[in-house]
């Protein structure tokens, strides 16, 4: 018991961003919004060892899967937290996907996405919130 709770504490869950239930965070300023999977999401994944990123100027609708990281242990889906354009990715990935390990919020961003509704933001969870949804999902 004691172990997992320093497990927790060591997480890093960035105040300024907002989060998913599916461990998407999202970094909102003005209207393009930094995505990416949360620290929690690339421990669980284990060693990420490829990157699928979706074309810049595709459409993305909130909850649609848009992103597949694989790591040494399975794949998984990453979902859009917000519905929008894809501006950018992060094209580093392709060839150095582990940065999703290393770097989580900086450097492992995903997606720069245009925003289509601002108020989606909004339903999205602050760092407190999604502290105490990984805390029960650990339970």
């Not at 172990?3 to 999202?26: D, F, L």
């Not at 609708?61 to 894809?86: M, N």
């Not at 450097?107 to 602050?126: A, F, P, R």
């Amino acid at each position: 018991m004691e172990e997992s709770n320093q497990e927790k504490c060591a997480m890093e869950i960035p105040k300024k961003n907002r989060y998913t239930k599916e461990h998407e965070w999202v970094l909102l300023e003005n209207d393009t919004a930094l995505v990416g999977i949360t620290d929690y999401a690339q421990q669980h994944l284990g060693d990420v060892v490829f990157v699928e990123l979706p074309e810049i100027g595709t459409e993305l609708r909130k909850g649609e899967a848009f992103c597949v990281v694989e790591s040494v242990k399975a794949a998984s889906d990453v979902y859009a937290p917000i519905s929008g354009e894809v501006l950018e990715i992060n094209e580093t990935l392709e060839d150095h996907p582990e940065i999703l390990n290393q770097s989580p919020y900086e450097k492992g961003w995903i997606v720069k996405i245009k925003v289509d509704d601002g108020t989606e933001y909004n339903d999205l969870m602050k760092a407190e919130d999604y502290e105490q949804f990984i805390e029960k999902e650990e339970e």
